[in-house]
Every structure is written in C-alpha cells, then in structure tokens.
C-alpha cells in the first residue's frame, strides 16, 4: 500500500524559505516509471502543479515558480524535500505530496498523480 | 502551457440523476493523457481517472470518461450521496506545468 505524508512548518515569515517533506512508503523512489512530486492549493481555489523528481533524479518544476523551487530526494529515508524561497502570503495554500506514476509510450513517459498525501497547511504572514 | 476550463461552474443535481462534467483544453492534448480527480471538503484530491477513460483501482463503475483532443468528459451515471463533490481535470500530456482545470462542484439540489 502507498502512503505519502507532508511535514513542515504551518507558519511562515514573507521573505523566508519553506521546507517541506514529504514521507512515502510502499514503493521505492529508485524503480523506474516512479516519481515523487508537489501541489498546492490556496484556499478555496483549484490546484496548482509545482514540482516532480523521477526515479532517475531528474526534475521538473513549475516554470512560474522555477526560480524559486528546488526538489531533492533521500532514497534511504524515503524522503522527497521542496524547498521554497521568498515566501509571500499570496503562496498560503494546502501543500500536497504525490506518488506520480508513468505511462511509457514511444520513448517517453506520461506522469499522474495516483496517490496522494493528505496535506500539510502553511500559511504565509508576518 | 494547456489551460483547461471546466464547465459547469457549480452543477446541482439529485442523487440518481445522471451527470456530466465537461472539460476543454486551449490546445489537444497529446495522447489523451487527461486525467479526473474528486475532491471531497477537507480532504485530498482522489484519483477516479487517468488516459481519459481508464477507471482507477477501486472507483464504481457508475463512473466514466471520454474525449480527446480538446474535449473530455466525466460522466456518472447514477449519482449516490457520497459523489457530491468538487471535481478536477488534469492534463499530463504536454511538457510541464502539467495544469488542472478550476474545478466543477457538484452539489445536491
């Protein structure tokens, strides 16, 4: 069974830097077709991709915020870490962590979030 | 990048009507790869569809998806209690930012 949990701060100053972890268990982060991303969703609004590594330490961010994100993984914790810099109230939202599965199709591969973690509120303010 | 708009807004229908979620995409998306999400107040998102039309493990088969290139739907046949919810679509088929439509509400009328 996968199961992801989200751990960080809920508060943060404008200007500082989140950290956020992410837990996972039921599958390894080293076999091939996986991956472990982020998404967010302020409140009452939809959701927002941010973030993604690959079983192969690739990475993709979200070319908005790309500047300032930064993905990492633990693979003997399995531990996947987001790094956001220069928080500003507007980046208050519900953070999610999910298990991202892909679809191999002519040399490439398609990913979906198939599970996901409950989330972890932070809110920005001073 | 693909944005995705989600119509109705806010659909208000009565348990066993049938519903229907609609999903457009600026541009066609590659293979299909459109995926559905249910979110209940609270909770995390909850897969119920990916490649357009591919049930997820454990969703009733009251549930189904159809569509591609830029038109996707999600249709539940009978509605029970339990499906009143917010309902995402997500595309995964163009290169990152993988984008989400803004969400259909489904409430009981």
């Known amino acids: 069974q996968i199961t992801l949990k989200e751990s960080g701060p809920t508060l943060v100053k404008p200007t500082q830097t989140l950290t956020l972890t992410c837990t996972f268990s039921?599958?390894?982060?080293?076999?091939?077709?996986?991956?472990v991303g982020w998404i967010r969703q302020p409140p009452g609004k939809a959701l927002e991709w941010l973030a993604v590594?690959?079983?192969?330490?690739?990475?993709r961010y979200s070319p908005s915020l790309k500047s300032r994100l930064t993905i990492t993984q633990d693979t003997s914790k399995n531990q996947v870490v987001l790094t956001m810099t220069n928080m500003d109230p507007v980046d208050t939202a519900t953070y999610y962590c999910?298990?991202?599965?892909?679809?191999?199709?002519?040399?490439?591969?398609?990913?979906?979030?198939?599970?996901w973690g409950k989330g972890t509120t932070v809110t920005v303010s001073s | 990048e693909i944005v995705l708009t989600q119509s109705p807004g806010t659909l208000s229908l009565s348990p066993g009507e049938r519903a229907t979620l609609s999903c457009r995409a600026s541009?066609?998306?590659?293979?299909?790869?459109l995926a559905w999400y249910q979110q209940k107040p609270g909770q995390a998102p909850r897969l119920l569809m990916s490649?357009?039309?591919s049930r997820a493990t454990g969703i009733p088969d009251r549930f189904s998806g159809s569509g591609s290139g830029t038109d996707f739907t999600l249709t539940i046949s009978r509605l029970e209690p339990e499906d009143f919810a917010v309902y995402y679509c997500?595309?995964?088929?163009?290169?990152?930012?993988?984008?989400f439509g803004q969400g259909t509400k489904l409430e009981i009328k």
């Open positions: 999910a298990h991202f599965r892909g679809v191999y199709d002519w040399y490439y591969y398609y990913w979906y979030m198939d599970v």
């Open positions: 039921g599958f390894s982060l080293t076999t091939s077709g996986v991956g």
């Open positions: 590594i690959y079983w192969n330490d690739d990475k």
């Open positions: 541009q066609s998306v590659p293979g299909s790869y």
């Open positions: 490649g357009a039309s």
């Open positions: 997500h595309q995964y088929g163009a290169s990152p930012p993988h984008t």
